[in-house]
């Protein structure tokens, strides 16, 4: 009986110390990382037990960490990866900053490619941006009216302020070719096509006018996609969703629109894809559904517009539950090979931006700072600068030492009279902002 007392008696006791060293590991996370989104220790420990977790074992975890690697573009999640830039672009390409003048004739134009998050990020533009006459919503309408301040204009041209006005998911030939005469025109069609799973109602107008039946043929019999196998729908040679993002961001009259005799495929594609590059350089701003936060970030500085709340971050999607083989993955990887080109020089350009952007507040806020430490000095002369004595002694490194001290002295003196920043280093915030772009 008194054995059985014993050993609960000491199981308690090891219970009780183990929550105790719980509870003090807890307060020294918490007193050495206050902010968890900026501390490293949590970020590695984080990584340690994520991998501990995926890979079961030491072959698995050295490949993924190969993986990670190979891919510095991991950021917004658990894994520290440093941004290492692959491509060169202009400092015109990378400070794209505008002065949008919402008040005068300034349009903003949404490029909404489907199935890229563009619907939530549209819906932001017209119920999420501080505004000093914010858009019109009303329940069960899709669409918002924007107008300027004092004016019965609109200043956003997207799906949901001024409809699908050019065509439904209208391209960047579409768009430039369109939205100037609309927004010209005083007469805003009031009724738009709806959305559907098969964009029938897309108009694909290149140089004036859609594609021919035989430019363009269906890929189904019916009136949608219903009943098709992923199979038959990869096999369709016109399928539309194959490098949809190159196609809809390109100038398709380099390559004759939708007439693919003109040059080989690989010759059109590779037109389409730096036309695309070309055009994306070119916009002031464009995001990436995986980086919402930044994608909120730049759109903000480059626009000087604010957002109430915050973008939220979900990685989760429809197409991440369902099991595909392998070798389908690899496929659908083949078949939208430009796509993944663009995409990776599309978020190279996204993350380049954003670190720019970055260097140049900080930048912005040290130079205020030294403003401010000037007009300090201005009213403490005691810190301007110190009598020196000169001397041809050879004990002169002896005298400037004490000079040096006594300098020290008064700085002392006169401390306490100072901003607590006033002994920062001017270059403290000099460090490459590449060693937080990814936990931003």
């Known amino acids: 009986m008194d054995v059985k007392s014993s050993g609960s008696n000491n199981q308690q006791r090891l219970l009780v110390i183990m929550l105790m060293v719980l509870l003090f590991g807890v307060i020294m996370i918490q007193y050495v990382c206050p902010g968890r989104s900026e501390c490293r220790v949590l970020h590695q420990l984080g990584s340690w037990f994520t991998i501990g977790a995926a890979t079961g074992s030491r072959t698995s975890g050295n490949e993924l960490q190969d993986g990670l ?28 900053g505008v002065d949008f003048n919402i008040k005068g004739d300034d349009v903003i134009v949404f490029l909404h490619i489907q199935k890229t998050g563009g619907t939530t990020f549209g819906r932001h533009l017209v119920r999420n941006i501080k505004l000093e006459r914010p858009c019109e919503c009303h329940a069960g309408q899709k669409k918002c009216t924007c107008l300027r301040p004092g004016k019965m204009e609109t200043w956003l041209f997207s799906r949901f302020s001024t409809g699908w006005s050019c065509g439904l998911h209208a391209d960047w030939t579409e768009l430039t070719s369109c939205v100037p005469s609309r927004m010209d025109s005083k007469d805003v069609p009031k009724n738009f096509p709806q959305r559907g799973a098969t964009w029938k109602a897309s108009l694909h107008v290149c140089d004036g006018r859609s594609p021919t039946l035989s430019e363009l043929p269906s890929c189904y019999s019916g009136d949608d996609w219903s009943g098709c196998s992923l199979q038959e729908f990869m096999d369709c040679p016109y399928n ?46 464009f995001g990436l559904t995986e980086y919402q936060r930044k994608t909120q970030y730049l759109f903000e500085r480059t ?14 999607t429809r197409a991440s539950t369902v099991d595909v083989p392998p070798e389908t993955q ?6 939208n090979r430009w796509d993944v080109k663009l995409y990776e020089y599309a978020r190279d350009l996204f993350l380049q ?43 002169t490194v002896v005298i400037e030492e004490q000079q ?37």
């Open 69 to 96: 690697q190979k891919d510095p573009y991991i950021a917004e999640d658990r894994a520290l990866a440093r941004f290492v830039p692959r491509f060169n672009f202009t400092k015109d390409d990378l400070n794209r």
């Open 240 to 285: 539309l969703a194959n490098n949809r993002q190159t196609r809809m961001l390109a100038d398709l009259s380099l390559v004759g629109c939708y007439n693919v005799s003109t040059m080989t495929e690989e010759e059109r594609w590779a037109v389409l894809l730096e036309s695309a590059k070309r055009n994306l350089r070119g916009m002031a701003f």
């Open 303 to 316: 626009f000087n517009l604010e957002f109430i709340a915050p973008f939220t971050q979900l990685n989760g």
């Open 330 to 335: 690899q496929r659908i990887l083949e078949l």
């Open 353 to 395: 931006r954003f670190q720019v952007t970055r260097q140049q507040e900080r930048r912005q806020a040290r130079e205020r700072r030294q403003q401010e430490r000037r007009r300090v000095r201005g009213r403490y002369p005691s810190k301007q600068g110190l009598p020196q004595k000169t001397t041809e002694t050879p004990h």
């Open 404 to 440: 040096r001290e006594k300098a020290a002295g008064n700085d002392i003196d006169s401390k306490g009279l100072l901003p607590d920043w006033w002994d920062l280093d001017d270059n403290s915030t000099d460090e490459d902002y590449t060693d937080n772009v990814e936990q931003w």
